[in-house]
């Protein structure tokens, strides 16, 4: 790989940035990077999982169909993050269908190889254990915060996730359609309008793929405000 830009991505990656760095770059120049459209399928559903990719760049949906035929956003993947690791090294299927969601650039890490570097470096088990363990605790975290978090709220945490300022005022591009972020947060498009206006009241201001904040630390504060705070304070 031999764009410095590229490297450092897959550098900063789970799967990469815990290894010996003459291990992570053995990796990246024997894996190779692949371009997809807006819409294009990287992998289906019962694909035969070959590949740990790397997201370069631009944003990666993966989902499910479900038995009533609607589609079950499992995760949203963006610059620098992977996917993949946990069905690659058991020889079986993709038990989800990936797409990109913009135009996007991923880094194909073939399970072939690091099957066979571990066998004399067992450091790459580790990383891939440390990998998978990240997406254990990102799940984690989600389920968190379809229990604890009003829709708002949710909302409200993903917009600061895109921020690139800890405080003062905020203009964010949103990375994807608003149908697929309802999905990334468990609700429905209705819903997500509704958070939307509730967040307006907190000087929040969604023009077309555009989300304007006012006041990020207001609006963290409204982020983790405990839903439960009216009922401690009646008792």
Avoid at 55 to 71: M, N, Q, S, Y
Avoid at 200 to 221: F, H, P, S, W
């Amino acid at each position: 790989m031999a764009d410095n830009i590229d490297t450092a991505t897959a550098h900063s990656a789970v799967l990469l940035s815990s290894l010996p760095r003459a291990v992570a770059d053995h990796i990246l120049q024997r894996s190779a990077s692949k371009a997809f459209k807006r819409g294009e399928t990287i992998f289906c559903q019962g694909d035969e999982a070959q590949h740990i990719y790397v997201v370069l760049d631009g944003w990666v949906k993966l989902f499910r169909i479900t038995p009533t035929g609607a589609e079950a956003v499992v995760g949203v993947f963006t610059k620098g993050r992977s996917f993949g690791e946990a069905v690659a090294f058991e020889n079986i299927s993709y038990p989800v269908t990936a797409e990109a969601v913009t135009d996007t650039r991923l880094l194909l890490v073939r399970a072939s190889l690091l099957t066979t570097m571990m066998r004399d470096q067992p450091e790459i088990a580790m990383a891939i254990l440390s990998s998978t363990f990240r997406h254990l605790h990102f799940l984690v975290t989600q389920v968190e915060q379809l229990k604890a978090h009003t829709g708002a709220q949710r909302v409200a945490e993903f917009l600061l996730e895109l921020c690139d300022a800890e405080s003062g005022s905020c203009t964010i591009i949103l990375p994807y359609d608003k149908s697929l972020i309802a999905g990334r947060l468990g609700m429905q498009p209705a819903s997500l309008s509704r958070a939307f206006n509730r967040l307006e009241t907190l000087g929040v201001k969604i023009t077309q793929n555009q989300a304007m904040i006012g006041d990020i630390g207001q609006l963290r504060e409204y982020m983790m405000e405990d839903r439960s705070a009216p009922w401690k304070k009646a008792d």
